[in-house]
């Protein structure tokens, strides 16, 4: 065994990657990861130190931890030398805190991670080996502290994007380091793991509500788009990922110039955005899911930016490798990596920008429009007509289908579902799963789109709103009492933030798919099966049975 890693749902035969990810993440990265939580939870240690004894201290330690996390979330960074910078800059952040407050206060039983210094690749990799996931033997303990740091890492992408919109929540970020400072803890009960893991899930909510705001005030609240999936004559720049300050600051660069820019992936739902609307050369979104990036990058013509996550590391005959540049929290070697703007500034993309004008235009592989932007505000507007619909019994199921999508086949499941549904049943979607149905025709109920898609993983809070809302006029209860079933796919961390804060929120009975998740152990699971009703799935045919009812 030349790694250990179970985090995301296509951990290998369904126990966690030993040789190398199926993600792509080869031994020595996921060994630099290993490390950089390492130093992460001993940074976060000493912040929650200061933050107890209230002692200030440099609010960039935050951000640099949002950071650190979101650099080893599934598909974000494959540049180990990247990942060794962020190493050494976590350790000097830790050093300099625990300087300063040594020098005012004493302290006892200090654990090994919060006073670890190296600095040296070969002490990493030492480090490495003694603490990797499996260093902690208790299965149960070790499967609570991962669903733990899991759902700290998805909020600490989410609180970044927010961040970058200049928007961050003190309590959140004292959270973050507390909840990691919890997790080095060697007599942590399992009680204890149990109650972090419900105050994560509390804390996923304020943090995608803190996205939410930071987003519509920067851009305006969605509203129904239809979104161009075909091309222009023009070279052409494609964004993927999830940040949309990187997509403003991309499109302010590009104005005039010529060159076209379009959406990939998880940056779809930028285009529901009223603000974003205002550049002309913002032309729709071109292919698929994140997993068939091979095919349409190198259909694309011109180069790729990554703002976050979603990388699937390119093969070695592919033609679009010299076309790769990332930025943020993202990293592949050998790509082109853009650095962080300056304060009050803007990120320069002029590189990209010349290196597209020598390329030729995308290539066009489908024609026609997508519908989206069904976000709280916009389906709040419509309250009225759903809420008749549903009275009316013309609408019977509302099914929350959001989620991620993969390239397992197993996933075909979604597709099958979505066309197998009954017709007076509307799917909710957000995030990339909505890529197995969204060009579909499943057609309308009197007007109102049998597929709603609130837009990326984050705008899964948008679906907790809107139930919540149903809640109220229906008055309701309880939330579970609603004609809404979940169904829900899950790939990588993010996902996991939001499972927790719909149970945070109360929701109960989830399906989610399509395997449950590898590092939760047998008693683990068996807790989230009693407490909160989580289920996996089966044949089509058989979940519509019990699901439909």
Not at 54 to 61: A, G, L, M, Q, R
Not at 147 to 176: C, P, R, S, T, W
Not at 289 to 316: A, R, Y
Request: a negative charge; aromatic letters at 8%.
């Amino acid at each position: 065994m030349s790694m250990f890693c179970f985090q995301c749902q296509e951990a290998a035969k369904g126990t966690g990657c030993t040789l190398a990810g199926v993600c792509g993440k080869k031994d020595d990265v996921a060994a630099m990861q290993d490390v950089l939580m390492y130093a992460a939870k001993g940074l976060s240690w000493w912040m929650n130190q200061a933050d107890e004894k209230n002692f200030s201290y440099d609010k960039k330690h935050h951000t640099e931890l949002m950071t650190a996390l979101f650099v080893t979330i599934t598909n974000a960074n494959f540049d180990k030398d990247a990942i060794v910078e962020k190493i050494r800059e976590v350790l000097e952040l830790k050093r300099k805190l625990r300087f300063e407050m040594e020098k005012e206060f004493s302290f006892d039983n200090v654990p090994e991670a919060a006073t670890w210094e190296a600095f040296s690749v070969g002490e990493y990799e030492r480090r490495a080996l003694a603490i990797g996931i499996l260093s902690e033997s208790n299965e149960d303990i070790r499967s609570l502290k991962e669903l733990a740091l899991y759902g700290i890492k998805g909020m600490a992408a989410y609180a970044e994007h927010a961040a970058n919109l200049g928007m961050q929540d003190d309590e959140v970020n004292a959270f973050m380091a507390e909840g990691l400072a919890q997790l080095i803890r060697d007599d942590i009960s399992s009680d204890e793991l149990v109650a972090l893991v419900l105050k994560t899930g509390d804390f996923a909510v304020k943090t995608m509500a803190l996205l939410d705001k930071a987003n519509t005030t920067a851009y305006g609240n969605p509203e129904i788009t239809s979104v161009n999936i075909g091309v222009r004559p023009n070279p052409g720049i494609l964004i993927s990922g999830h940040d949309l300050r990187d997509l403003e600051d991309l499109l302010e660069q590009t104005k005039g110039t010529g060159v076209d820019v379009y959406t990939h992936s998880e940056m779809l739902p930028a285009h529901y955005y009223p603000k974003f609307k205002q550049y002309e050369n913002f032309v729709g979104n071109y292919g698929s899911s994140w997993w068939k990036q091979g095919e349409d990058f190198e259909s694309f013509n011109g180069p790729i930016l990554f703002t976050t996550n979603c990388i699937v590391p390119p093969k070695d005959n592919a033609n679009y490798k010299d076309r790769i540049y990332t930025t943020g929290a993202s990293g592949l070697a050998g790509a082109i990596h853009i650095p962080n703007r300056e304060e009050g500034g803007q990120k320069d993309f002029s590189a990209i920008i010349e290196h597209a004008k020598k390329c030729q235009a995308p290539t066009e592989i489908e024609t026609g429009e997508i519908v989206g932007g069904f976000a709280h505000a916009q389906v709040l507007a419509l309250a009225d007509k759903v809420v008749d619909a549903v009275k009316s019994g013309a609408i019977k199921k509302f099914v929350v289908m959001a989620g991620c999508d993969g390239r397992m086949k197993s996933r075909e499941y979604y597709t099958e579902f979505a066309e197998k549904l009954p017709k007076d049943s509307v799917i909710l979607t957000a995030g990339c799963a909505k890529y197995r149905y969204n060009k579909l025709n499943l057609g309308d109920i009197g007007g109102i789109p049998r597929v709603l898609d609130a837009g990326q993983c984050n705008d899964s809070y948008s679906l907790a709103v809107i139930a919540m809302k149903l809640q109220e006029v229906f008055g309701l209860e309880n939330i579970n009492e609603l004609p809404i079933v979940y169904n829900i796919a899950w790939y990588e961390q993010k996902a996991v933030t939001v499972l927790l804060a719909l149970l945070a929120l109360g929701v109960k009975n989830i399906h989610l798919g399509p395997t449950l998740p590898a590092f939760l152990s047998p008693n683990v699971a068996n807790v989230l099966v009693e407490n909160f009703g989580i289920g996996g799935i089966s044949t089509v045919d058989e979940d519509l049975k019990t699901m439909m009812v």
